[in-house]
C-alpha cells in the first residue's frame, strides 16, 4: 500500500515569490493534516481536514497561507508571498476516520523542505 | 493547555547498549500519549501509543515505553540499540477531548556508536 505521497521533496525559492506543495494521502484516509516542521523542533499543526473541510485552521496564517482540499482527496498549501522565515519542512499527514478521534494513528509523509532565499 | 517535554536533546549510546529517551506531559485532563520516530530525510513513523489499559506498551523495532499518571511521564526505553536506531524520537500528546490535535515534544536525536 502506497503511502502518503508529498512534491516536490525541496523548493528553493527567493523571498516574495509565490509557492505550493502537494499532498495525497493514503487511500480511504477521511482526515488529512499539513504540519510545519522548523529545524530542530517538533512539528507543528497548521490545518486539519475531515473530508474536504477545514475542522481546524486556528494555526494557520491566513495572510500569506492558504490551503484546499477538493473533492476531499489530495490537497494543496500554498504560500503568497513567502518570507525568509517560511523556511522549514511541510509534513502532509492521514488517518482513517472521518472524525478525526484522538487516539488514531497518523502517517506522514516524507515531507517538502522549503528555502527561502 | 498540555505540553510536552523532552528532556534530552541528544542522546549518544554505543551500539547494544540500552537506552530510555525521557518525555514528560503537562495535562490538566486525561491524555493519549504517542512516540513517533523520524529517520533522516523521512516522515514521522508511530513506534507507539497508549491509549488506555497496561502501562506498558510495546510498539515495533523492540522499544517499549511506560505510562507513568503520577510521574506524568512516558519514557521509551530499548533494552539493546543497533546502528539503524539512529534517528530523532518525538514524544507527542494529545486530549481525550481534542479530535487528534497532537502536540509534539521538541524531539531527542539518538546517535549509536559503533
Known amino acids: 500500500e502506497a503511502g502518503v505521497v508529498q512534491s516536490p521533496r525541496y523548493k528553493i525559492i527567493e523571498k516574495k515569490q509565490p509557492v505550493a506543495f502537494w499532498c495525497n494521502p493514503i487511500s480511504g484516509h477521511n482526515t488529512l493534516y499539513w504540519y510545519l516542521q522548523n529545524l530542530g523542533q517538533g512539528p507543528e499543526l497548521l490545518i486539519r481536514?475531515?473530508?474536504?473541510?477545514?475542522?481546524?485552521d486556528s494555526q494557520l496564517p491566513k495572510d500569506r497561507f492558504s490551503a484546499e482540499r477538493l473533492k476531499g482527496v489530495d490537497s494543496t498549501l500554498k504560500i503568497q508571498p513567502a518570507e525568509l522565515g517560511d523556511s522549514a519542512v511541510y509534513l502532509c499527514a492521514s488517518s482513517l476516520d472521518a472524525r478525526g478521534r484522538a487516539g488514531d494513528t497518523q502517517y506522514f509523509g516524507p515531507g517538502t523542505r522549503l528555502t527561502v532565499l | 493547555a498540555q505540553s510536552v517535554t523532552q528532556l534530552d536533546s541528544q542522546v549518544p549510546v554505543f551500539e547494544e547498549a540500552p537506552v530510555e529517551l525521557r518525555c514528560n506531559y503537562s495535562s490538566s485532563v486525561s491524555v493519549y500519549l504517542f512516540w513517533y520516530v523520524q529517520y533522516p530525510n523521512q516522515g514521522l513513523q508511530l513506534l507507539l501509543k497508549y491509549l488506555s489499559g497496561s502501562t506498558l506498551v510495546k510498539g515495533i523495532n523492540g522499544f517499549e515505553a511506560e505510562f507513568n499518571k503520577s510521574q506524568t511521564s512516558f519514557h521509551l526505553r530499548k533494552p539493546s540499540v543497533h546502528i539503524s536506531d539512529t534517528a530523532e524520537y518525538f514524544c507527542?500528546?494529545?486530549?481525550?477531548?481534542?479530535?487528534?490535535?497532537?502536540?509534539f515534544g521538541s524531539g531527542t536525536r539518538l546517535s549509536i556508536r559503533p
Open positions: 507527542a500528546v494529545t486530549l481525550y477531548s481534542s479530535a487528534s490535535k497532537i502536540i
Open positions: 481536514y475531515e473530508n474536504e473541510e477545514a475542522v481546524d
